[in-house]
């Protein structure tokens, strides 16, 4: 009898576990996942609850431990130290050699850093793994002020982390406004109010220069490009991540800033495949960016890797853009294509309920008025609505009027719908009348 084919995947976040599931759903291959930060897969977006008290690090993880055995899953606790792509072999630190028929790397990204003088001392560190989220509970502790570099979703979450414990923080974000790369002005603004009101020291067009140690090579203070000195215990550096590649850099695999891959997410090499985090496509599928972290590719990617590994070659299709996340409690969501700054063939249309802290920001063809993308601020919309009237290319007038379709909150939450036709009606001289929502045409979307 022939030896089952073996799978080996490096990497057992959303993209490595979400590969080697489908595999298992849809083959009897022999599969193995090597990860050398945690033994489990968990879920990385929960680490702040960890460390605000919400909930235990064991509460993260989705399978409970008996899943890996009763689906033949090897879970392999090391360290990948090199590669040998022409003996298809890895050299593990603890279990010498092992050998694959295919290999998945999904291995993840890691924080930035640029080179501050400082950047090393005890007490600066950045957050992305476990053993991050371990460091800094000893980073913090009895501390009295800290400071976090860099304005994306990151650098939000560990404010709150730390201010939940009574730290008085400073937020140092380099552009004018909040997620400036990312966010339209008018939500950012929202948002920077949001954050100052929950006393949070917000300081916008402020970048560091370096960090200051004290005797000890702690860190006591940072110093900022204006000549500032803010004095703290600790520093967060969130400016963003990039690509896991580093061990990988002298291999005969194709890297640029990501592991290069194509639209079936195959390296250079045969049998080798990228996904996740670390894969950088030599030309998105869709135009998008060439490298997407965020965790619902991850996972699309997972999914479509095992169909090419057990079915039938399967290019990579992500769909409609989306992306959520929270600030404090105001929920983010947004689909489509919603650009910082549109350009000359975009209209836009902005409601905002000030007091309610809820706001959406609509995206339109200027000619055509065919709706592009939405920004959702403290309402909550329906996936597969929003994404079903951009894939069909939905005029923003039908989409105005039947916008209670996609509104996914509970049933006692205020309906807004009125107030925002209301408004779009006056500043596009409209008369538009807003429809009832139906599940008619809800179970459609959902269908489809």
């Known amino acids: 009898m022939n030896k089952p084919e073996h799978i080996v995947i490096i990497g057992n976040g959303i993209s490595g576990i979400t590969a080697a599931r489908h595999i298992r759903k849809f083959s009897d291959k022999k599969i193995t996942v090597i990860s050398a930060e945690t033994e489990y897969f968990f879920s990385r977006t929960a680490l702040m609850y960890?460390?605000?008290?919400?909930?235990?690090?064991?509460?993260?993880?989705?399978?409970?431990?008996?899943?890996?055995?009763?689906n033949n899953i090897n879970l392999l606790f090391d360290y990948v130290q090199e590669i040998d792509f022409d003996d298809k072999a890895l050299k593990l630190q603890k279990n010498n050699r092992l050998h694959y028929?295919?290999?998945?790397?999904?291995?993840?990204?890691?924080?930035?850093?640029?080179?501050?003088?400082?950047?090393?001392?005890?007490?600066?560190?950045?957050?992305?793994?476990?053993?991050?989220?371990?460091?800094?509970?000893?980073?913090?502790?009895?501390?009295?002020?800290?400071?976090?570099?860099?304005?994306?979703?990151?650098?939000?979450?560990?404010?709150?982390?730390?201010?939940?414990?009574?730290?008085?923080?400073?937020?140092?974000?380099?552009?004018?406004?909040?997620?400036?790369?990312?966010?339209?002005?008018?939500?950012?603004?929202?948002?920077?109010?949001?954050?100052?009101?929950?006393?949070?020291?917000?300081?916008?067009?402020?970048?560091?220069?370096?960090?200051?140690?004290?005797?000890?090579?702690?860190?006591?203070?940072?110093?900022?490009?204006?000549?500032?000195?803010?004095?703290?215990?600790?520093?967060?550096?969130?400016?963003?991540?990039?690509?896991?590649?580093?061990?990988?850099?002298?291999?005969?695999?194709?890297?640029?800033?990501?592991?290069?891959?194509?639209?079936?997410?195959?390296?250079?090499?045969?049998?080798?495949?990228?996904?996740?985090?670390?894969?950088e496509f030599r030309k998105h599928p869709t135009g998008r960016r060439n490298i997407e972290q965020v965790w619902y590719t991850g996972k699309m990617m997972g999914?479509?890797?095992?169909?090419?590994?057990?079915?039938?070659?399967?290019?990579?299709?992500?769909?409609?853009?989306?992306?959520?996340?929270?600030?404090?409690?105001?929920?983010?969501?947004?689909?489509?294509?919603?650009?910082?700054?549109?350009?000359?063939?975009?209209?836009?249309?902005?409601?905002?309920?000030?007091e309610k802290k809820v706001s959406l920001y609509f995206v339109f063809d200027k000619e055509a008025h065919r709706f592009l993308g939405v920004n959702a601020f403290g309402i909550r919309l329906r996936h597969e609505v929003c994404a079903g009237w951009i894939e069909k290319k939905k005029h923003i007038d039908e989409v105005i009027k039947f916008l209670s379709d996609a509104f996914f909150d509970p049933e006692l939450y205020p309906d807004y719908h009125q107030e925002i036709i209301n408004d779009f009606n006056r500043k596009f001289n409209k008369n538009i009348v807003p429809a009832k929502k139906s599940w008619k045409r809800i179970l459609e979307f959902l269908k489809a």
């Not at 008085?168 to 380099?174: A, D, I, N, S, Y």
């Not at 479509?304 to 600030?327: D, E, H, L, M």
Request: a negative charge.
């Open 50 to 70: 960890v460390y605000m008290g919400h909930m235990k690090f064991e509460h993260t993880q989705p399978y409970e431990p008996w899943f890996w055995e009763k």
């Open 101 to 279: 028929d295919k290999l998945i790397l999904a291995v993840g990204s890691k924080p930035n850093k640029f080179g501050w003088k400082g950047q090393d001392l005890k007490g600066v560190q950045g957050l992305y793994s476990v053993q991050d989220l371990e460091l800094m509970e000893q980073n913090t502790a009895n501390i009295q002020r800290a400071v976090v570099v860099g304005g994306g979703l990151i650098g939000i979450e560990l404010c709150e982390m730390l201010h939940s414990r009574g730290n008085e923080v400073t937020f140092l974000v380099r552009e004018k406004h909040y997620w400036g790369n990312v966010l339209p002005e008018e939500n950012a603004k929202m948002i920077e109010q949001h954050i100052v009101e929950n006393g949070i020291d917000l300081r916008l067009q402020t970048e560091l220069d370096e960090i200051i140690g004290d005797e000890n090579n702690r860190v006591k203070a940072v110093k900022t490009k204006s000549g500032e000195i803010i004095d703290c215990q600790f520093v967060g550096l969130v400016v963003g991540v990039s690509p896991n590649v580093d061990f990988l850099k002298n291999s005969s695999l194709e890297i640029n800033r990501g592991i290069l891959v194509n639209k079936f997410l195959e390296t250079n090499i045969p049998n080798v495949y990228a996904i996740g985090d670390c894969a």
């Open 303 to 354: 999914e479509t890797v095992a169909q090419t590994i057990c079915r039938k070659k399967t290019a990579y299709r992500p769909g409609t853009w989306f992306n959520s996340a929270k600030f404090f409690e105001i929920e983010y969501q947004t689909y489509g294509t919603v650009p910082a700054q549109p350009d000359d063939s975009h209209a836009v249309f902005y409601w905002e309920k000030p």
